[in-house]
DNA sequence: ACAGGCTCCTGCAGGC
DNA sequence: TGCCTGCAGGAGCCTG
């Protein structure tokens, strides 16, 4: 399931091969689950406006597009260039936004290659690509938005690659749930999902289901300290285990990710040896260790 | 206002 | 072998 790294991953790797391309074409299915806005308003938003830009905000991808050109010229290479020091960069004017939900997957392919099932979305690039949006669970989300109207998607929440331990610790004051339920509030923190809660709650030694605003600064800083970590940690594994998730080979390699505690259930912990306990917390399969957590 | 529970969806695993 | 049930979860929505 994609969550912060991974889609922080997937984001650089459609950057890579979009940024400077153009959208020439836009097919939606017919499914009205993924469309967040209509799909012909989609259709319309973003034919033929250059791709400025592809990065993450939360766990959405946002692709920043700009001036459009109003003949489609598909067939050729888009002959925009990346902007250079010389020319200054042209400016953003709207962003199609993509979440994944579940099993969203973003696929750069050829026009001819094999359409695979549940494909909710085909752009036709200038450069002869197409960029498809792929997602059986339908869990996932496609938007359009103008700047002008609604200025740049900063997200539901602080990025907490970013946020400041102390901007950390006060996100979690006076609030009376389980801290494990907080850390997946997008509202209060984006980006981060099941499994890095899991994995930053064991690194930090915090019980799941302590309420997040009874936990001491101390414990909100070393918490903070920790989903860092283990967020960087994974985006660097990330980064080399799935580099060609965007070209046509899907999840491979997301759950190549060292967890110490997610989906390890009476496995053995690897600082104490106890056994990896699970319970049912906000719904979620919850994973901890019974005596390194407190 | 806030917290918790339900619901959407499909694919897969496990049981009989 | 095949069918059925339950489970997985991000996030919007509803309820208390």
Redesign the pocket.
């Known amino acids: 399931?994609p969550?912060l790294p991974e889609v922080e991953t997937i984001a650089r790797g459609v950057d890579l091969r979009l940024r400077g391309d153009r959208i020439v074409e836009a097919w939606f299915g017919s499914h009205s689950?993924p469309f967040k806005t209509p799909p012909a308003q989609q259709a319309e938003g973003i034919e033929g406006r250059l791709i400025l830009a592809v990065k993450r905000v939360?766990?959405h991808i946002v692709c920043e597009l700009g001036e459009r050109l109003i003949q489609k010229t598909p067939g050729g290479r888009a002959p925009e260039e990346a902007p250079s020091a010389e020319t200054p960069a042209p400016a953003a004017e709207a962003e199609w936004i993509v979440?994944l939900?579940?099993?969203g997957r973003l696929l750069v392919t050829t026009p001819e290659g094999p359409v695979a099932?549940?494909t909710h979305a085909r752009l036709t690039l200038a450069s002869g690509r197409e960029l498809r949006f792929v997602d059986?669970?339908?869990?996932g989300r496609l938007e359009y938005r103008e700047l002008k109207t609604n200025g740049a998607f900063a997200g539901?929440g602080a990025e907490p690659t970013t946020i400041s331990p102390e901007a950390f610790a006060q996100l979690f004051r006076?609030?009376?749930?389980?801290i494990k339920?907080a850390l997946?509030n997008?509202t209060l923190l984006?980006g981060v999902?099941?499994?890095y809660a899991d994995e930053s709650l064991f690194r930090a030694g915090i019980r799941p289901r302590r309420m997040a605003?009874r936990l001491r600064r101390a414990e909100l800083f070393r918490l903070h300290t920790s989903l860092l970590e283990v967020l960087r940690h994974a985006i660097s594994l990330g980064g080399s285990s799935v580099s060609d998730y965007v070209d046509a080979d899907g999840v491979r390699g997301f759950f190549q990710l060292e967890h110490r505690v997610y989906l390890r259930t009476g496995q053995p912990c690897l600082v104490c040896g106890t056994p990896i306990r699970r319970i049912?917390l906000?719904?979620?399969?919850t994973h901890y260790c019974p005596v390194c957590q407190k």
């Not at 006076?174 to 389980?178: C, F, P, Q, T, V």
């Not at 906000?282 to 399969?285: F, L, M, T």
């Open positions: 399931m969550e689950e939360g766990k979440h939900g579940m099993t099932a549940h059986p669970r339908r869990f539901p006076g609030r009376r749930l389980a339920a997946l997008q984006h999902g099941n499994i605003g049912l906000a719904g979620r399969g």
